[in-house]
């Protein structure tokens, strides 16, 4: 141990939080952020190398030190990647407001000043309550020429008669080679417009979507326009763990902190969905997606960026879809994520083949697939095998020296990235997830390395077909098992007559490292129960008053409350004296006259639709799902989000209830169409004025702070 880390342990420390505070609160300057958080990784390094590897020693007492090292190595590697993304994110709000003047402008004076744009919705496996939602928003866009195309690769006759009666066109092809890249190239070769806009099944774009976008494509360098993946329900780690209000869902950082911070780079790139793509674009790569890999979108901007195309991306939630509604669904999405950013690594279109610049090759590299789970893990079993076998990470240290350089990396790297991505990034719930993504995903990842071909694009379930078992029973055994061998391993060193470990000094702060880690595996093992999803249908918040006429003429007005596809749940300042079964009429701002019955009466009245009409339940699809949604729009603190979570413990609700799936009952063997290419082109539509402007709320202000 050097004779600094004697005199002045916590200086170090004490210079890190003073650089934090001054850069992050007091003088808001990234640069000054990044650079305090790299040297600090620099001077741990510099120590981590030099003093604490007992390079003389022999292959015995070397190895698991080295071992350690490298991890920790790749991690802080890809820590120093993930820091110069966030160092210049970039706010294309300004260019958006500019664009869509210029397009309106265009369409009051004709609307075939702008050009058509087909919009495909690409569908394989979809339950209908999903489809049909991106069906009718996608035909309720502002643009005077949007086709409107299903891409249906599972040939099923119930999705060609509902894309008929909507009046959007259907299309399939007689087998499914390539999955969804060969899907959309397929949909490719039977249209012609000179844009295409891609969106999943369970996505549903805002009305505004193409007028936020399209006028990004004045500059002919941009091929590429994606917007954020948001999300009109909530994932399994708000669920699980009861965290629906008190923190976004975990794709915010990456969508809305890591996006806007590759943009600045020029690297954005496509994520699937929610994108308007140039047809140029696909005709100079050979004319569609790369089928090369199950991950077709970032194929897709690698092989732009070296034809000289980039990727603009826009952080506005202009589309919303499902997050995965199960753990079960979770893991199909997140294991196809992993797999097809490895595999990419084999192909000649990927970040290692030619013509890409050093810093497209830096900043598409998928390590951190691998990186972070091994970081997870190994900072779960470090602590065990210290206290079970003795194994130390590192050697001829003390506390000294951990308050010297360890803990100054640790808060350098936390507080930096909450500082650099306030309101979207939180450690703890980031641990937590790491941890319980890291049993299924590491080996998964790890196996792709090895055996990169033969992989099978599997579609993430949604809808009815979401559901999965009670408990996620692997990962919760092993969460217990690691629980399990870490109380031994402090009960055992507690006793001196028993301890195993040598170094006693370093006892305070593995015994504090190994109560964090138990602590970790708790909510682990906690999130692995599966809370049921009580409702068929999301609710969201009323925008607009709502009116009920009763059958005796009463009329109760309220705009506090909630909706949904099959009802309405109104907060009233006085009890409705109205009967649970009552028949009576409601009025809806956009969409007119529903019909409903009275399901609970009181101050909270709650009415389930009684549809007349198929036209009614479309215009109020549209009128919820293509407006403003305000779902994960909570940005706490991360200690508020921290304490938030650490709550999830005392109020722990260990039940579990059957996830059921529709899908037992279904017929196992549905009817298809037969093996050929249909082409059933969309009602025609008469000419469509341009909308005036709407301004969603806060919006405009806070989609991209």
């Given at each position: ?11 170090p420390?004490?210079l ?13 300057w ?27 020693e ?75 939602k ?5 035909l ?19 999705v ?23 899907n ?32 990004f ?21 708000q ?30 790139f ?71 950013a ?7 279109e ?44 590192m ?15 640790i ?36 196996q ?12 993430t ?19 217990l ?21 040598s ?16 602590f ?129 413990l ?8 059957e ?26 539509q ?20």
């Amino acid at each position: 141990m050097s004779s600094i880390a004697t005199t002045a342990p916590f200086a170090p420390l004490a210079l890190l939080v003073g650089f934090l505070l001054l850069f992050g609160k007091i003088w808001p300057w990234r640069a000054g952020l990044v650079a305090t958080i790299g040297c600090t990784i620099v001077y741990y390094l510099q120590w981590r190398v030099s003093q604490t590897i007992p390079w003389g020693e022999g292959a015995g007492k070397l190895w698991w030190p080295l071992i350690c090292l490298l991890v920790e190595s790749a991690a802080l590697f890809d820590g120093a990647i993930l820091l110069a993304i966030l160092s210049r994110p970039r706010d294309r709000s300004a260019e958006a407001d500019a664009g869509e003047a210029r397009l309106r402008a265009a369409w009051e004076e004709d609307p075939l000043n702008l050009p058509a744009v087909d919009v495909f919705i690409a569908t394989y496996n979809e339950p209908r309550e999903v489809l049909e939602k991106s069906i009718l928003g996608c035909l309720a866009l502002d643009w005077p020429d949007a086709r409107i195309w299903v891409l249906d690769d599972g040939r099923r006759p119930w999705v060609r008669d509902l894309c008929l009666a909507k009046g959007a066109g259907y299309i399939n092809r007689p087998d499914n080679k390539g999955a969804k890249a060969g899907n959309i190239n397929h949909g490719l070769t039977v249209t012609d417009a000179p844009f295409v806009a891609v969106f999943d099944a369970d996505f549903v774009p805002r009305r505004d979507f193409l007028l936020r976008t399209m006028g990004f494509f004045e500059s002919e360098r941009i091929g590429i326009v994606q917007v954020p993946h948001s999300f009109y329900n909530h994932d399994p780690m708000q669920t699980n763990l009861g965290l629906q209000q008190a923190m976004p869902d975990d794709q915010r950082f990456f969508f809305e902190a890591i996006m806007p911070g590759r943009d600045g780079w020029d690297a954005a790139f496509c994520c699937g969905s929610n994108s308007v793509t140039r047809r140029t674009l696909f005709e100079s790569i050979g004319g569609g997606l790369p089928e090369g890999s199950i991950t077709e979108d970032m194929l897709l901007t690698l092989a732009s960026l070296r034809q000289g195309y980039v990727t603009r991306y826009l952080n506005e939630p202009l589309a919303f879809g499902l997050a995965p509604e199960s753990t079960t669904a979770f893991f199909v999405q997140r294991q196809r994520w992993a797999q097809g950013a490895i595999q990419i690594l084999y192909l000649k279109e990927g970040p290692l083949g030619p013509g890409l610049k050093l810093r497209y090759r830096l900043l598409f590299l998928p390590s951190a697939w691998i990186t972070q789970g091994l970081q997870s893990m190994f900072a779960v079993l470090t602590p065990i095998c210290f206290m079970l076998f003795n194994l130390a990470p590192m050697v001829g240290i003390d506390l000294e020296a951990v308050i010297h350089y360890v803990l100054p990396l640790i808060v350098a790297m936390l507080s930096g990235i909450t500082l650099l991505a306030p309101g979207r990034y939180y450690p703890l719930a980031a641990q937590i997830l790491s941890l319980f993504q890291t049993f299924r995903i590491l080996p998964v990842a790890l196996q792709t390395l090895f055996r990169p071909k033969g992989l099978v694009f599997k579609v993430t379930p949604k809808g009815s077909d979401a559901g999965g078992n009670p408990w996620e029973r692997t990962i919760l055994f092993v969460a217990l098992g690691l629980l399990a061998l870490s109380f031994t391993g402090l009960m055992i060193n507690v006793t001196p007559e028993y301890r195993v470990v040598s170094q006693v000094g370093l006892l305070p702060m593995v015994t504090f490292w190994t109560i964090v880690n138990m602590f970790i595996l708790l909510l682990v093992a906690m999130m692995c129960l599966e809370k049921p999803r009580v409702r068929g249908e999301e609710r969201f918040a009323l925008r607009q008053a709502v009116t009920i006429l009763s059958a005796q003429g009463e009329m109760i007005r309220s705009d506090k409350g909630d909706i949904s596809i099959s009802g309405l749940g109104l907060e009233l300042a006085e009890p409705a004296e109205l009967s649970v079964g009552e028949r009576l009429d409601v009025v809806l701002p956009d969409v007119g006259l529903l019909r409903g019955f009275v399901r609970r009466s009181g101050r909270r009245l709650g009415i389930e639709f009684d549809f007349h009409s198929e036209e009614i339940r479309d215009r109020l699809i549209v009128a919820l799902f293509t407006n403003e949604i305000r779902i994960n729009t909570v940005r706490p603190s991360a200690a508020a989000a921290a304490l938030a979570v650490a709550k999830r413990l005392w109020l722990a609700d260990l039940r579990t209830t059957e996830v059921l799936s529709r899908i037992a009952d279904r017929d196992p063997a549905p009817e298809k169409l037969s093996a050929t290419t249909r082409v059933v082109p969309a009602a025609p539509q008469g000419p469509k004025r341009a909308p005036e402007r709407e301004t969603f709320g806060n919006d405009r202000v806070t989609r991209a702070a």
